[in-house]
Every structure is written in structure tokens, then in C-alpha cells.
């Protein structure tokens, strides 16, 4: 075994430890090595990771027929060229992600890997077809990325996969209603999905799995009211689609909510003041460009980890509740293009953290006095106070 990862060590890889005749584990990752991958002799190699380095160059067919191979890790290198039959049966865990391959791949060509748990081909220039493909083709499988690979339909083969807990397929050509097989599958096991950037129409629905703990179907076209993801729940990222209507009262359960982005949808009504009380694990509450009214909620807690809040393009109104200045790690607040009236709040410089503060277009109002000498907000990069009806003054001195 030899373990090289995380250093900074660059050049070429040694020719040397390609044939290696007992060695059975190798880990370069996390390297800043270059140029080409050297060919494998060793028939004892089980594990292999040259993942995060400046590799490029074909893979060599060395590495495809190591008859042993258990976990191979490539991502993140600059690797081209097409990916040709592997002949270990064993091989489990399979990462060529953010590379540079290409061609048209049969999703078949994988299909005598019975041992496979684990398979990302996202970010490549892969062209995947799933035609022959049977529903039992991988018992085992846990983890399954295909983002950026190209392909027109949801795989079916996946119906079968029970054990399913991982599932990315975001960014690519998917225009259709997200199958009610899909909404069944793994329902006791799947932890993270992934459906983003594709064009995908209807409606959700309830979501029926039990652990689920990142959901994000982001720009797409989906329709109709808000899915509420299970309790389990810590990212839920459903942006820029066109769901409409009230935000659910069972919104108010999800307490270990970490990121909540519903932003650039159709939703209305009021926010419920329960989104105050998730600022205890709640970090990101993106609500913008949406069509909610009335006032901001006002129960921020002290001691809130609330970094960004974003609230831009609503129908807020009322004034600027004072518990925002227990959110000590406040770094963005945009409450621009709402009704929201008052005086300017002085007490906004005393958060430590505030990178930057838009109220744009609103209904602020009385004088602002130009600082004499030191800006009293401490990290403020941006600032947009436009379209209200302040009033500027310099104080004597200035």
C-alpha cells in the first residue's frame, strides 16, 4: 500500500510504480501531478485513486483490463478519449467524473459490473443510452451521478434499485413529468437527489421518502403547490420553477433545515413565523422574486447561525423586525423591491458580519449623515439604500 494523497507533489507520475508486483492499494489524490497516466502491470491492484490532480491523456488500457480492480477514482483530471469494456468483475466503485471524455457510451457496456455500488460519469462530454438495459441490472447499487451526460429519459433500469441512496441526473435534456416509479424508489434509503437543470414539467406531489436529506430541482418547470420534503431534510433547493400558491404550515416541522431556497417561483401568501425558529441550524433562507406579503417574521433567535437572507421581489411590508440583530452571522441582507417602510435602521451596523445590504426600492425614509471619519459598518462591501425616500446629509466636519 502506498498513500501519497493531499501533498504537493507535481511532474509525472514514476513509470516505476506501474509494475509494482504486490501492490495492491495506490492513492495520489489531491496532487498537482501532470501529463500522462502511466500503464498498470500489476495484476494484485485493487484500489487506484489519482483523482484532483492535472492528468491528462488517455486512460490507458492497462487500468481497463486490471482483472482485480476493486475501486478505481479518476475525477477531476483532464482526461479524454472513450471509455472501453472493464474486464474486473469485482470493481465496486467506479469515478471518472470532470473529465474531458467523450463519445456515445452504451450504458450496457457496464452491465457485467455486478459488484458495483458506486458510478459518477458526471461533467464529461458523454453521450449515454440505456437501450438493453434489464431492471435488475445493478442489485447493489447505492450511488448513481450522471449530471452533464446527455441523456433524454429518466433510466428505468433504476426500479429496481431499492438500495438506492444517492441520485444525481442534473443537467441534461430531460423534458417529461418525473415518473411515479421515481417518486417510489428507495423509499427507506435514498438520502440525496439531484433533478436540477433539466426541463421537467407536472407536478411532485408528496414526497414519500423517509431520509431524504438533500432535494434539489432547481430550474426546471415544474408545477402546481409546494412539495414538502420529509423531516430528515437539510437542503432543500427548489428555485426557478413555477410552483404556486401558499407555503404549507408543515413547512413549520422541518427544524434541521440547514438551506431553504424557493426563490424565482409563483409562491404567495404570508411567510410563517416558524422560519424564524429555524435560524438554529438554518444558514440560507432564499425566498426572492416570489409574491409573499405582509411582514417579515420576527422571530429570529439569539444565537442564529443565519448567514444570507434573501427576500428580494416580494409584496413584504411592516418594518424591519429589531430581532434581525441577533443573526450575528449575517453576512447578506437583501430585502430590496418589497413595500417595507421605516426609518433607517442605525442598529443594522452593529452585525458584525454584514458583507451586504440592499433595501432598494422600498419605502425607508428620514436622513442618512454621511461618517466623519470611520464607515460604521465594519465589513460592508455593498450597500443599495435606491429608490426610497432618504435624505442625505454630511455632517460638520466631513
Not at 59 to 74: A, D, K, V, Y
Not at 281 to 296: E, P, T, W, Y
Amino acid at each position: 500500500m502506498l498513500f501519497l494523497y493531499e501533498n504537493q507533489l507535481n511532474g509525472t507520475i514514476p513509470s516505476w510504480l506501474g509494475s509494482l508486483p504486490s501492490l495492491e492499494q495506490l492513492d495520489l489524490t489531491s496532487n498537482q501531478l501532470s501529463d500522462n497516466i502511466i500503464e498498470f502491470q500489476s495484476r494484485s491492484l485493487e484500489f487506484l485513486s489519482l483523482s484532483d490532480n492535472k492528468l491528462h491523456g488517455l486512460i490507458p488500457r492497462s487500468i481497463f483490463e486490471l482483472e482485480n480492480l476493486r475501486n478505481l477514482g479518476l475525477s477531476s483530471n483532464q482526461l479524454s478519449g472513450n471509455i472501453i469494456d472493464f474486464q474486473s468483475c469485482s470493481l465496486s466503485l467506479l469515478d471518472l467524473s470532470s473529465n474531458n471524455l467523450s463519445g456515445n457510451l452504451e450504458f450496457e457496456k457496464f452491465s457485467k459490473l455486478q459488484s458495483l455500488r458506486a458510478l459518477n460519469l458526471s461533467f464529461n462530454h458523454l453521450s449515454l443510452s440505456f437501450n438493453h438495459l434489464s431492471n435488475n441490472t445493478w442489485p447493489q447499487l447505492e450511488a448513481l451521478d450522471l449530471s452533464s451526460c446527455n441523456i433524454s429519459e429518466f433510466p428505468y433500469f433504476l426500479r429496481s434499485s431499492q438500495n438506492l441512496g444517492s441520485l444525481f441526473l442534473s443537467h441534461k435534456r430531460i423534458q417529461a413529468d418525473i415518473p411515479k416509479w421515481l417518486l417510489d424508489l428507495g423509499k427507506d434509503s435514498l438520502s440525496y437527489l439531484g433533478l436540477s437543470h433539466n426541463s421537467l414539467t407536472g407536478t411532485v406531489g408528496q414526497l414519500r421518502w423517509k431520509n431524504l436529506q438533500y432535494l434539489d430541482l432547481r430550474n426546471n418547470s415544474l408545477q402546481g403547490e409546494l412539495p414538502i420534503p420529509p423531516l430528515s431534510s437539510y437542503y432543500f433547493f427548489i428555485s426557478n420553477n413555477q410552483f404556486i400558491g401558499e407555503m404549507p404550515p408543515t413547512i413549520c416541522n422541518l427544524s434541521m433545515l440547514q438551506i431553504l431556497d424557493l426563490s424565482n417561483n409563483r409562491l404567495s401568501g404570508k411567510i410563517h413565523q416558524c422560519i424564524g425558529n429555524f435560524s438554529q441550524s438554518l444558514s440560507v433562507l432564499d425566498l426572492r422574486n416570489n409574491k409573499f406579503h405582509g411582514a417579515i417574521p420576527s422571530t429570529f433567535s439569539k444565537g442564529n447561525l443565519l448567514r444570507n437572507l434573501n427576500l428580494n421581489g416580494n409584496q413584504l411590508e411592516g418594518s424591519l423586525p429589531p430581532t434581525l440583530l441577533t443573526c450575528r452571522e449575517l453576512e447578506v441582507l437583501d430585502l430590496g423591491n418589497n413595500k417595507i417602510q421605516g426609518t433607517f435602521s442605525n442598529w443594522l451596523e452593529s452585525l458584525p458580519k454584514l458583507q451586504v445590504l440592499i433595501l432598494r426600492s422600498n419605502k425607508f425614509y428620514s436622513e442618512i449623515c454621511l461618517p466623519k471619519t470611520k464607515f460604521p459598518f465594519q465589513k460592508l462591501h455593498i450597500i443599495d439604500l435606491s429608490n426610497n425616500w432618504f435624505r442625505v446629509q454630511a455632517m460638520k466636519g466631513a
